[in-house]
Every structure is written in structure tokens, then in C-alpha cells.
């Protein structure tokens, strides 16, 4: 593996930090604390080529590899992870899903609209009482002959209330668990469909989580997505990928909490000297430095994994786990750099640390890629 950016890469990411020091910064304590979601960014995100970053360029996308996207992830990141998720969500779960498996009419009519901004999408997989296991889907699509009819609940979706397309993974014939698992897209604005209550979250809290209700939709043939019973495969590959792109946001969370903290530390005197100066504070800054050093490392290898064609279900389930954990690690040291200003708003670091926690839960719990890593290192 060759550790160094190309001139490609560099230019990507410091696009991304850019933009997320321009466009992200100025207002993302105002959304955090009025859960507002960035809708006026999707569209300068898009024209950015943030939103179909790993689609091909036939339909609309930048064609860029997996580094490219992490490298964005992870700046979007340090500024502001609700933003991130709903990056991370269009391309990895939405976009990739359907450019990898759609029919070419399901790519011609809803790719090229995603990847630019003017649409955004939405992946639904976990329920009530199903969220990392997908075998226990509840929501059931019963065929009709020409459609299926959708319904049940969908709960946690990213993007919830301001998705136009839904991939929706739901239970076509129980009998055959998870072979009789399917996924189809659907709109928004179909009959039956309903957008309920938007979660009340610790962190992420711009990021726009709801609840979904499928009440005897109608969704036509064409549009699930692969053969039928395809459904819980597409979903654990899309997955896979996704946690890559978490493992990014994660890193990127603890590398903004870093750069805050180092900073600060080089500001703040106490006893006569910057707080740097002091043992306590120098190591707790090695620490997460070395951290930070280790899960971009993780987070490279799963992403170049991706690029070459080989399997990555361990190397992202590896660094969607240790990143995860440093991202936690991490941001509350940061905050205890700070002292009493790492628990005020505007010096950021308290709203990374919210944002931290919820790393370690979507994509698959911490516990869901321990069974993963596990399962990987003991079949031989």
C-alpha cells in the first residue's frame, strides 16, 4: 500500500476543508442547537461533487475512489459530523448501492438526480425491535403480481425527512428468512408513506433522524432492486462500504477535538507557562495523537482494500471499531484540556463529544464488529 496522496487526493481534500471551514463552520453551533438540518449545503455540496463521489461519472458522479471519499468524510468531519452523516449516507448506502446493483433504468432515473444534490436519499434498514440484525425484518412487501405492497416501520433513518428516494429493505416471504429479504426503492411522495416523529438525539443533532411509516404502498416491480431475495445481501454489502465511511467520520470527529485541543493548549497559561508546557497536558496530546495516527492508518488500509477490488468486510469492521473508540477517547480528553471551557458551546469540543458516540452505534454497533472481526480471524 502507498501511504502517499496523489495530487488528486490533495486537491479533494483541501476542497473539503475548505468548504467545511467556509460553508460549515460559520452556523453549525446555531444548528446543533435548534437541530436544523443544512438543506441550503446539499446543493453546494453536490455541485462540489461531495454527493456521488464514488458513482460513475455516467450518471452523474465523480468516478473518484474510496481514499478521495474518505478524505472528504474526514474534513466534513472535524467541523461538523451531522453534515457528514448525510454525505455518508448518499454515497456509501444510496448511491453505491444502487450504481453497484441497480437495473440500468433505476440508475438513469434516480442516480444522476442524487448525485448532484437536486435529490437525496435515504437507506432503511433497521426497525423497532431489527436494528442491526436484518434478518428480523418486520416490514413486510407482499408481491402482487406487477408491485408489491410495503408496510411497517422503519426507525433512526438519517436524511428521514428530506430524502426523495427510500431504499427500503423489507420481508418478502418469512419462510425463507433471509433469503426471502428484498430491497426496493421508493419516493416520497407515493401513498402510504409517511414521515413521523424527528428523534430528540444527544449528538448529530443537525442531522435529520425520523422515524418512517409504510402503510399499503405500492411499489412497482421495477423497482427492487436485484433478484428476488436478494434484499439481505445488498444490505450487508451496502454496509460494509458504509462502515468505511463512518470509521472517516469518526477519525475526522477526533482529529477536529485534536486540532482544537493542540491549539488551545499552545493559548492557555497556567503556573506561569501554556498549559502545553505541562507533562499532564503534553501526554494527553500524545496520546490522541497516536490514536488518531493509528485509526487513519485503519481507515486507509479498509478504504485501499475497497479500491482493489479486495475483501473488506474485516479491514472496515476492524476500522470502524477502532476509530469509533478513538473518536470517544479522544474528544473527551479534548474537553478536558479545555478545563471549564471544554463544557461551553462555543469552544466546540463539547459538541464533537456528543457527536462521538454515535460512531460507536450506527453501521452495526461496536459489539455487531466484534462478532464480524471474530467471525473473520476463527473461520480458518
Not at 69 to 77: A, D, K, P
Not at 125 to 153: C, F, M, V, W
Not at 278 to 295: N, P, S, V, W
Amino acid at each position: 500500500m502507498d501511504f502517499k496522496l496523489t495530487e488528486e487526493h490533495i486537491m479533494i481534500r483541501d476542497a473539503a476543508r475548505d468548504f467545511a471551514k467556509t460553508e460549515l463552520l460559520p452556523g453549525v453551533i446555531e444548528r446543533d442547537e435548534k437541530q436544523e438540518f443544512p438543506k441550503e449545503l446539499i446543493k453546494k455540496m453536490g455541485d462540489l461533487g461531495f454527493l456521488g463521489m464514488m458513482t460513475s461519472p455516467e450518471y452523474g458522479g465523480g468516478g473518484m475512489d474510496t481514499i478521495s471519499y474518505i478524505l472528504v468524510m474526514e474534513e466534513l468531519s472535524k467541523i461538523d459530523a451531522s453534515a457528514s452523516v448525510m454525505v455518508s449516507v448518499n454515497n456509501s448506502l444510496v448511491c453505491w448501492g444502487l450504481d453497484t446493483f441497480g437495473t440500468e433504468e433505476q440508475k438513469k432515473k434516480y442516480l444522476s438526480k442524487l448525485t448532484t444534490g437536486e435529490k437525496l436519499g435515504a437507506f432503511c434498514l433497521s426497525e423497532p425491535e431489527a436494528g442491526s440484525d436484518a434478518t428480523s425484518q418486520r416490514t413486510t412487501a407482499i408481491d402482487k403480481g406487477d408491485h408489491y405492497i410495503l408496510n411497517g416501520t422503519k426507525n433512526w433513518i438519517t436524511n428521514g425527512s428530506s430524502a426523495d428516494y427510500y431504499l427500503v429493505i423489507a420481508q418478502t416471504d418469512k419462510e425463507k428468512k433471509h433469503k426471502g429479504i428484498n430491497a426496493f426503492i421508493v419516493e416520497k411522495e407515493w401513498d402510504g408513506f409517511e414521515i413521523g416523529p424527528k428523534e430528540q438525539k444527544l449528538g448529530i443533532r443537525g442531522s435529520d433522524t425520523h422515524s418512517l411509516n409504510f402503510n399499503d404502498v405500492k411499489v412497482p416491480k421495477e423497482n427492487r432492486i436485484g433478484e428476488d431475495g436478494f434484499g439481505f445481501k445488498f444490505a450487508m454489502k451496502t454496509l460494509s462500504g458504509g462502515r468505511i465511511g463512518i470509521a472517516a467520520q469518526a477519525l475526522g470527529i477526533a482529529s477536529g477535538a485534536y486540532e482544537l485541543a493542540l491549539d488551545y493548549s499552545k493559548q492557555r497559561k497556567a503556573f506561569g507557562t501554556e498549559i502545553c508546557n505541562h507533562q499532564a497536558i503534553a501526554f494527553k496530546l500524545a496520546d490522541m495523537h497516536t490514536q488518531i495516527e493509528a485509526a487513519r492508518h485503519m481507515v486507509m488500509k479498509a478504504a485501499w482494500d475497497k479500491d482493489q477490488g479486495l475483501n473488506y468486510d474485516l479491514s472496515g469492521a476492524m476500522a470502524k471499531l477502532h476509530a469509533s473508540q478513538t473518536a470517544m477517547d479522544v474528544t473527551v480528553e479534548a474537553v478536558q484540556v479545555h478545563g471549564g471551557n471544554g463544557y461551553v458551546k462555543e469552544y466546540h469540543v463539547e459538541r464533537l463529544m456528543r457527536d462521538a458516540k454515535i460512531t460507536q452505534i450506527y453501521e452495526g454497533t461496536s459489539e455487531i464488529q466484534k462478532i464480524v472481526i471474530s467471525r473473520s480471524i476463527l473461520k480458518d
